[in-house]
């Protein structure tokens, strides 16, 4: 079974400042979907980033970048210029697309917290 | 606004009682899932329907039941409600078209479970 794995439960960041999630995860299969998930106190789910496993080239969106290590298993993701909006909780999921199912296994999370 | 509905909000219950859930999808999405995240266990996957028939199934207890109706809403009934069922009920839907090999999961907003 797909496991996902965030070893940072807390972290906190200055604002405007940069910061590195972990996630690693554990799977047998060669195509998967990874993404990062936050959850601000409205509770809504946001997807950040998603990069897909066949891809060499880490994905980025605007001030949210990753670095997936294939081989390591490893999808840490990477906020710069920290805003106090992104004080959330940040969920790293994982997705195979065999079977017809594209369901999420998410980590436990990590929070964030941006101090102004 | 990912376009994905749920009812209730919020939802309070006594142990023992049954509740329904509903949810639904964004316009054109064939597929809904249930998510549930609680304290202990986190943000797991339920169960997964793609036009109305089951499709994947993933922790959801004996007493938990799901179905999509043709007008593609979805509704999850919790049954014998136990303290430990308290939780945030999230619904998310997506294309599954299968013209592509991964289609993006749109999360509600969620239902609050409240056992007392």
């Known amino acids: 079974a797909q496991t996902v794995t965030q070893s940072q439960p807390e972290m906190s960041v200055q604002e405007a400042e940069t910061v590195t999630l972990s996630c690693t995860y554990d799977?047998?299969?060669?195509?998967?979907?990874l993404f990062w998930y936050k959850q601000p106190p409205s509770r809504q789910m946001i997807l950040v980033i998603r990069q897909e496993a066949y891809k060499q080239q880490n994905a980025t969106e605007n001030r949210f970048s990753v670095n997936f290590q294939k081989a390591a298993k490893s999808f840490s993701l990477k906020i710069s210029d920290s805003q106090l909006g992104d004080t959330a909780m940040y969920f790293c999921?994982?997705?195979?697309?065999?079977?017809?199912?594209?369901?999420?296994?998410f980590g436990k999370g990590t929070k964030l917290t941006v101090n102004p | 606004d990912s376009g994905v509905t749920q009812t209730p909000k919020h939802l309070i219950t006594a142990t023992g009682q049954r509740v329904t859930l509903r949810c639904s999808p964004r316009?054109?999405?064939?597929?809904v899932y249930w998510y549930q995240q609680s304290l202990d266990q986190g943000l797991q996957f339920l169960i997964q329907y793609y036009n109305g028939e089951e499709r994947a199934k993933g922790n959801i207890l004996e007493r938990f039941s799901a179905q999509q109706f043709p007008d593609l809403h979805s509704e999850l009934n919790l049954s014998s409600l136990e303290l430990g069922d308290s939780a945030l009920y999230f619904c998310?839907?997506?294309?599954?078209?299968?013209?592509?090999?991964?289609?993006?999961?749109?999360f509600g907003p969620g239902t609050r479970l409240t056992v007392l």
């Open positions: 799977t047998s299969e060669n195509n998967y979907y």
């Open positions: 316009s054109g999405d064939l597929s």
């Open positions: 999921a994982f997705a195979e697309t065999q079977g017809g199912s594209e369901k999420l296994v």
């Open positions: 998310a839907s997506s294309v599954s078209s299968g013209l592509a090999p991964y289609n993006e999961q749109f």
